[in-house]
């Protein structure tokens, strides 16, 4: 699958700060919001999400934040039917990072060895 996305700009983002196009066609495509955030994001803030979601006509999307998530913006997000929302929280975001390789430089490897006793078989 080739996906395709675009960031929105600032003032004219409606709640959206990005879309990925999941084929060239754009039949399906993934609406993002992303927040640098000190706290928790709390219900209303997914709440806020989920109406620009509808303002876009739009089935999925994605809420990622550096912060955390409250249960009740959790359960809200788990409880939309009429779309998807993933919620992604910084812990989260920093393992996704890491699993893909991106915005992460990797600073050193360990290679673990053991002894493999079939290389001994046969020596004597």
């Known amino acids: 699958m080739e996906l395709h996305r ?24 993934v609406y993002i919001q992303a927040k640098k955030w000190e706290g928790t994001i709390s219900r209303p803030q997914v709440q806020q999400f989920s109406g620009a979601l509808d303002g876009k006509g739009a089935r999925k999307g994605v809420f990622i934040t550096t912060s955390r998530f409250s249960t009740e913006a959790r359960e809200y997000a788990e409880r939309a039917t009429a779309k998807r929302i993933v919620l992604v929280d910084g812990a989260e975001l920093a393992q996704l990072m890491m699993e893909h390789g991106v915005g992460v430089t990797t600073v050193a490897t360990y290679a673990v060895q053991k002894v493999d006793p079939d290389y001994f078989e046969g020596m004597e």
């Open 6 to 29: 675009r960031r929105i700009p600032g003032d004219e983002d409606g709640g959206i700060d990005g879309i990925i196009k999941e084929d060239r066609l754009g039949l399906e495509s």
